[in-house]
């Protein structure tokens, strides 16, 4: 009743302004009202004889709120009112068009059904309620964008659902209309990662809220999928190498289920797991064994319950490339001792590596071994990065540090950090402290903690593997007649007692010392783009000389020759294929981003490269690399794929200045999409938060009018309420003017 009369809401009345709009003739206007004013008052006086004072006081007093009030009509007064507005735009609507749509939503009903009913532009049920109040904008997004006009069908066959490109373009693309609020409905099934992080961040920043609407049974049925596999794109021939395999299911807690790997349709591994809680990710490793060089194919499959709701997302495929070269390794002693003879031993039977052995006999001589010309090493251990960068691993024995000078000390950092080569520290009597590196350079490549040193020290010390040991392929030494193969291995002598690793360091092997101390035995860590290794031990060959080890035992042959691949592993060649897509869908393009590096492993700029890309039926196409505008050394392409099948990209120098790179691509017709099938209300959830949106069920979408026009941008706005045709001034005048008629009837004065 008060907002009628007012014509406002009091509470806007009370905080705003009042203004009068005065004119020049307002002022004159007023001076006529004073006169009649007066004139009126004068013309009471001759009914002076006939009225009381009183009668007069009231009449009077009538009649001047009367005109009052006319002359602050017509002054228009208006309240002034500092409030807020909506900044104008559309809505967009977001709607999932990929595969995963075509799953159940419960109730006998599909998540595209329920997106078609609610959603479909022009014709939904929510969309009839947003399109009354908004201007609205849809889109339907899977592995790309595109606006639906009103009455358009979506297809619901996409093989992703690339929300941040969708999100990026609604925020980038050109449109006559900003957009001021976003909706989206999905099964948040949808790719996590920078890409969308970096655009809910820029939606965060312009004040657009994105309003999630989920579709998808919360119940969800059982299902058991393959989240990921983890492997290196690239394998020396006979390494020992670790699938890491990612699970993740529903309805089946506590269950047993099947894995099963195959390389080129041949079994190689089975394996039992324990399925637990719910959503749960369960991290299994799987150790593998490839001999036959060439690109494998490897397929992971999990075993299929009853009653899955999704089967193909229990299978994965892996395309890596099982390379049969050489690595080549140096190992350099400071003294002459068995450790050199036998190290090489246990190597010589592996094709794959050649050990090259520099010790130095007496000042300023030394003797070598494995060397391919009279020219390497002529000089002794190198000093120069180039003679250095041609090996892939550095074994560095007992060598007292003042044997390295700072200019070879310098080299070795960088043979790690840049180049990306391994180097072991071994222990000797003049190595780690004892050999005076506590204040070297290479006592921060270390991954151990160096203490003052312990000349004194001399223990013979049992070898055990750590939990990390345990569960890293490098030292899976192989089991002999059901024992521990740890347990079987004799006590090896320890004169370096590191008692602690640096943070970021993973400690593999440890022993105890006789007061029941723990010691670090070996450690390693990643040191820029290598690895860093400490073995403090010094005489290894213990495992393979002892009167209790077997002449046939190979735990130390074993040991060796994996612990010298794993150190070369992370040795890039000077041409590299970078981290890149390794799924995809027919349609898509995908990119190739390649690295070059000169002879001292710096970012080569102006490199001629050519890449080829072979799709399943044979066909070669060739591309031009374009350097990357971001980073140097970096190349760049990309080249649509439409078969299904693996594809393989081969990039080469065309003056044939460096070595071939290769990477491969499997497109599948479902490319990831029933990766992630499940209902990922979470997902949803957290996208709503993070740009300050809310999430509801599709059941619940009927109220995202309210939602959307709390979170709609706001800016500062003046306005100007007019008051003059208020009905509450309208009912004073009108009452008063009937007042003064009544008590002139009543004393007889009209």
């Known amino acids: 009743m008060l907002e009628w009369l007012f014509k406002y809401d009091p509470d806007v009345l009370w905080r705003g302004t009042l203004e009068l709009a005065w004119p020049a003739w307002g002022y004159v206007l007023a001076l006529g009202v004073l006169a009649v004013t007066v004139a009126w008052v004068l013309g009471y006086a001759h009914f002076g004889a006939r009225l009381t004072r009183s009668q007069r006081v009231v009449l009077w007093g009538v009649r001047t709120a009367l005109l009052g009030l006319l002359l602050l009509v017509l002054l228009r007064p208006t309240v002034v009112v500092d409030t807020e507005e909506p900044v104008p735009g559309s809505v967009a609507v977001l709607l999932d068009d990929s595969r995963s749509m075509s799953l159940p939503a419960g109730a006998g009903n599909t998540r595209a059904g329920r997106v078609v009913d609610d959603f479909a532009p022009g014709s939904g049920r929510v969309s009839a309620l947003l399109e009354t109040r908004y201007d609205v904008r849809y889109l339907g997004f899977s592995d790309g964008v595109e606006f639906l006009p009103s009455g358009a069908q979506l297809s619901f066959s996409g093989g992703r659902s690339d929300l941040a490109s969708a999100l990026t373009r609604l925020l980038h693309g050109a449109s006559a209309r900003p957009v001021t609020a976003v909706v989206l409905v999905s099964d948040g099934g949808f790719e996590s990662g920078p890409e969308l992080e970096r655009a809910l961040l820029e939606l965060r920043a ?35 190498l670790e699938a890491n395999v990612l699970l993740r299911h529903q309805g089946l807690a506590g269950r047993q289920a099947s894995l099963v790997v195959e390389v080129d349709s041949a079994i190689v591994h089975e394996q039992t797991v324990i399925l637990p809680a719910d959503r749960e990710r369960l991290r299994v490793s799987l150790p593998l064994n490839l001999e036959t060089p060439g690109p494998r194919e490897l397929v992971f499959r999990a075993e299929l319950f009853p009653g899955e709701s999704v089967a193909e997302n229990n299978e994965l495929q892996r395309t890596i490339e099982v390379r049969d070269h050489r690595i080549n390794v140096l190992h350099f002693e400071g003294e002459p001792r068995f450790e050199v003879k036998f190290l090489r031993r246990a190597v010589s039977e592996d094709d794959n590596i050649r050990l090259v052995s520099l010790v130095r006999t007496a000042e300023n001589k030394y003797y070598r071994l494995g060397v391919e010309d009279g020219s390497e090493l002529a000089e002794g251990f190198p000093s120069d990065e180039s003679e250095l960068f041609r090996y892939d691993a550095l074994v560095i024995g007992s060598v007292e540090a003042t044997l390295l000078s700072p200019d070879q000390q310098a080299a070795i950092r960088a043979f790690v950090e840049r180049r990306g080569g391994g180097v072991l520290f071994l222990g000797g009597r003049h190595a780690f402290a004892e050999g005076g590196y506590v204040a070297t350079s290479l006592a921060g490549v270390m991954p151990v903690e160096l203490s003052p040193a312990a000349n004194g020290f001399r223990q013979q010390v049992r070898v055990r593997p750590t939990p990390a040991g345990l569960r890293d392929a490098l030292l899976s030494i192989g089991l002999e007649l059901g024992m521990d193969p740890w347990d079987r291995l004799p006590s090896l002598t320890v004169v370096n007692p590191l008692r602690a690793a640096k943070p970021g360091a993973a400690v593999l092997l440890e022993g105890l010392d006789q007061a029941g101390e723990p010691l670090v035995l070996l450690a390693t860590q990643r040191y820029g783009r290598g690895t860093s290794a400490a073995l403090a031990v010094q005489n290894t060959w213990r495992w393979q000389m002892h ?100 594809y393989e990209w081969v990039v080469r120098a065309r003056d044939d200045s460096l070595p071939a790179a290769r990477s491969y691509v499997n497109v599948s017709p479902y490319g990831d999409e029933f990766r992630n099938s499940a209902f990922n209300d979470r997902a949803l959830a957290a996208v709503a938060e993070r740009t300050g949106g809310r999430y509801q069920t599709i059941d619940q979408a009927a109220s995202l009018v309210a939602g959307i026009e709390q979170s709609l941008a706001k800016r500062p706005v003046r306005e100007r309420l007019p008051l003059w045709d208020m009905p509450l001034l309208l009912l004073l005048l009108l009452g008063l003017a009937c007042a003064e008629w009544i008590y002139r009837r009543r004393w007889a004065l009209a």
């Open 547 to 646: 009167a209790d080890m077997p002449l046939t035992d190979r735990s130390h042959e074993i040991f060796w020759q994996q612990l010298l691949r794993g150190l070369a592993r992370p040795a890039a060649a000077r041409l590299q294929v970078e981290d890149g897509p390794l799924r995809a869908v027919p349609g898509e393009s995908v990119g190739l981003v390649v690295e070059a590096r000169d002879e001292r492993y710096l970012p080569l700029d102006g490199a001629d490269l050519e890449a080829t890309l072979t799709d399943p039926l044979g066909r070669v196409s060739r591309y031009s690399l374009v350097p990357s505008a971001d980073e140097k050394g970096v190349y760049q392409a990309a080249a649509p794929v439409n078969e299904t099948g693996r």
């Open 206 to 240: 312009a004040g657009v809220a994105v309003h999630t609407v989920g579709v998808g049974d919360a119940q969800g049925g059982t299902d058991l999928q393959l989240d990921d596999v983890r492997l290196p794109r690239s394998v020396l021939r006979g390494d020992a």
